[in-house]
Structures are given as C-alpha cells and as structure tokens.
C-alpha cells in the first residue's frame, strides 16, 4: 500500500460561510484554520496549499469567555524605542472586527511559507452582508451554526 500524495493540479477548493456572531473567538477560528488548511478534506497533503475559501460574517458579533474582553489586549512595536502600541479588545473589536477574526486565525495557521497564501483566502465581513453569493452557491458551512 502506497501514501497518497495529492498534486496541486488535483486541488478542488470548495467554498464555506460562517457566521461567527455569538460565537466563542478562540473556537471559531480553530475551525476556520483547519478549513483554510485543508485538514478536514480526505486528500489532505502537508506541503500541498489544498484549503478551501472562508467567508466569515458578523464578526463585530464575537465575543470571548468570561471577563478576558476587559483584559485582553492586542500589542505591536514599530521597533524605535517608545514604539509600543497597545490596543485593548473592546476598542479593537469597536473600530476593526475584522481584523479580530483575521488576527485570530492568522495565529492559528502554522509559521510558513504556506500561511500568507491561506490568509488571502480568508474573507471577513463585519455585518451579514459580502460579495461572495455566487460562489457560495446558497451552502451553507455548519462552522457557524450551534
């Protein structure tokens, strides 16, 4: 018996939506990773880019377990002394949702050449509305549903 290894010409990407609203952060975006990967398909490959399109909606809807939305804080250095930059949940998901999500998943994805090339199939909406009904084909992804 032989591993199967698929070919990138073999790659059949499909499309999902999720809706995140009401949703747990942490959770949704572990499955939302493994969508972009492509670990839940059959012919999953390590080094083959075979995830699917993500489209994620209602993302200003997120929330986060117990009090971690009053402390939780998203931190970057521009790398000049006094260059730290500190934004705290609330405000983030206030001005920028999308970027919660997008944030979120990012650091879910492995540390590769392979990430930056998953992140561009990840589309964030902050309301219910986006530009991907035809390719969704009304199918619904049952990520985001309880």
């Known amino acids: 018996m032989q ?5 990138t010409a073999q790659v059949k990407r499909n499309w999902h939506l999720v809706d995140v609203g009401g949703q747990v952060l942490g959770r949704i975006a572990t499955q939302i990773a493994q ?3 492509g670990k839940h398909k059959v012919t999953y490959t390590p080094h083959i880019e075979a995830g699917d399109f ?3 909606i209602n993302a200003s809807d997120v929330v986060l377990t117990r009090n971690k939305a009053d402390k939780k ?3 970057r250095h521009s790398g000049f ?3 730290l930059k500190e ?3 609330k405000m983030m998901l206030a001005q920028y949702p999308e970027k919660v999500i997008e944030l979120a998943v990012k650091n879910m ?3 590769n050449k392979l990430r930056q090339l998953r992140m561009n199939r990840l589309k964030v909406y902050a309301g219910d509305k986006h530009a991907y009904e035809s390719q969704l084909n009304y199918q619904e992804s ?3 549903k309880k």
């Open 87 to 89: 934004i705290p949940f």
């Open 35 to 37: 969508k972009l990967i």
């Open 142 to 144: 049952a990520l985001g």
């Open 54 to 56: 993500v489209v994620v």
């Open 3 to 7: 591993t199967y290894m698929q070919k």
């Open 73 to 75: 804080v998203y931190t």
């Open 81 to 83: 002394p006094g260059g």
């Open 109 to 111: 994805l492995p540390k």
